[in-house]
């Protein structure tokens, strides 16, 4: 909590625009019950397919406002809560308390979670790994009632939650501190989690009529312009490279360009064969190394949610490793660990209880270190997209946002040949945008509000009506642009 404390100055960026600040539906809890009929999907409520975090969202708004300083403050305590479910689970299962305190303080301080914890409107992933690792524990203590209540709370804040009865299911019958239940208590168990993805996997089917909430039309979704193989290529790379995020956290970014690639690829060979060797270790060693199998398997099974077999958004995040790295974290301290156990035993007497944690310690430090300088990103729209642009340069939304930000940023009473210069450095943004994704709404956007900067109204109109003709969603700013300047078009 106090390495989180900065997050307090910091503003609402990214989606927070319209989860929070544009979404009317948070204003409005008489309409509440619209959220659960097929009027939410007929009015566009952003994620209404995630009914318990629109839900938790509409209550916060109410409390809360739009002050960034509280909405960071729950985040924080949200993420502690996280490590606390994380503690109470593994301590059911009999793990001895070094383990359990390492665990917790590697994934308290995991760089990778920077972006999960420091925007506001990707609480959904400690949403639904508070509640889901809370339903694991009710589940191992024999309460499948309440776990079934809390894996249905967990996923109706993020179906990436539906994955943790396989966790849940590794953990009981690898067995590593504990006896094995018996197979009724298991199959009893896992009933109870599973209960809770499968209402709402149906939930959303009755909601949109297919599992899709996007809509298979939605360009938006890369899947759905270059087809489901290429896409589950790319994927074997994207999750190689979270196992690298997570042991050595470089390449953090607030944006991932989506790509595609195939079986044939060399990078994907490699990626595939790395990843089918970790399985394969894991499932040769689960009686002699539980720990070991336990961390490899639950990552592999809890990344399934976010390896694009089904559409998404984004192909790759940096807070989709979020509910991965539980397990991930459990086997990188018990490795650890092992290593100060080692030390010790070539150090002098004195040094020895230093040497037993001295390993972990060096690797809780780093992490915390570098997740500081990766949450700074998150700080202003400002900064966000700047890096972006950067790191991303082959992002359209990178750079058409960062286009939008020059733009807003040229003062009112800027010398006239100081603002040429500004739009110029935005139209360049903005060109490159639609050299990279032509289909896509906001290299469209980004023109419109340059043509309006520009006084050029027609330029502007036939922009934002652009725009609206590929935007499935979303559309409230592009009908007031449509407005604004058809109220200065020539000749009307």
Request: hydrophobic share 55%; proline share 8%.
């Amino acid at each position: 909590a106090l390495v989180h404390l900065p997050l307090l100055g910091y503003h609402l960026v990214y989606d927070d625009g319209w989860t929070l600040v544009t979404n009317g539906f948070l204003r409005l809890p008489a309409e509440l019950p619209t959220l659960f009929s097929r009027a939410a999907v007929e009015h566009h409520v952003p994620d209404a397919f995630r009914p318990g975090l629109v839900v938790f969202d509409l209550v916060t708004y109410q409390l809360f406002g739009l002050s960034p300083a509280l909405h960071h403050a729950l985040s924080i305590l949200l993420h502690v809560g996280v490590c606390a479910a994380i503690a109470r689970w593994l301590r059911t299962l009999g793990a001895p308390a070094d383990l359990v305190l390492g665990t917790v303080a590697l994934f308290g301080l995991l760089a990778v979670h920077a972006e999960a914890v420091a925007v506001v409107s990707f609480r959904e992933d400690l949403l639904a790994a508070l509640l889901g690792l809370l339903a694991a524990a009710a589940a191992s203590r024999g309460r499948p009632v309440r776990a079934a209540l809390l894996s249905l709370g967990a996923c109706s804040m993020k179906l990436s939650a539906g994955a943790i009865p396989l966790l849940w299911l590794l953990a009981e019958a690898l067995a590593p501190w504990r006896p094995r239940p018996r197979p009724a208590a298991l199959a009893r168990g896992f009933v109870a989690l599973a209960l809770g993805a499968a209402a709402v996997v149906v939930y959303t089917f009755i909601l949109y009529g297919a599992l899709d909430p996007y809509g298979a039309d939605n360009l938006r979704i890369f899947q759905h312009r270059v087809g489901l193989p290429p896409v589950l290529a790319a994927s074997l790379q994207i999750h190689l490279g979270y196992l690298q995020q997570l042991v050595a956290p470089f390449g953090l970014s607030p944006e991932y360009p989506d790509f595609a690639a195939s079986f044939t690829d060399p990078p994907t060979l490699l990626s595939g064969t790395a990843l089918l060797a970790l399985a394969l270790y894991a499932g040769a060693n689960a009686r002699r190394r539980p720990v070991a199998a336990l961390a490899i398997l639950g990552a592999l099974a809890l990344a399934l949610p976010t390896s694009n077999l089904l559409p998404m958004p984004n192909m790759r995040a940096d807070r989709f490793t979020y509910l991965p790295s539980v397990p991930a974290c459990l086997g990188l301290v018990a490795l650890l660990l092992a290593a100060g156990r080692w030390l010790s035993r070539h150090v002098p007497p004195a040094s020895r209880s230093a040497a037993l944690i001295a390993p972990l310690a060096a690797v809780v430090v780093v992490q915390g270190s570098l997740r500081l300088a990766a949450a700074a990103v998150y700080r202003t729209n400002g900064a966000l997209w700047s890096v972006a642009r950067e790191r991303a340069p082959g992002s359209a939304r990178a750079q058409a946002a960062y286009g939008e930000l020059v733009i807003r940023n040229v003062p009112a009473d800027a010398p006239a040949d100081e603002k040429a210069l500004a739009l110029a450095r935005a139209e360049a943004h903005c060109n490159n945008a639609e050299r990279l994704d032509p289909t896509y709404e906001l290299p469209q956007l980004c023109h419109a509000r340059l043509a309006a900067a520009r006084e050029d109204w027609s330029a502007a109109y036939r922009r934002y009506a652009a725009a609206l003709a590929v935007s499935p969603d979303r559309n409230a700013p592009t009908f007031a642009g449509l407005a604004a300047t058809s109220l200065d078009l020539p000749g009307t």
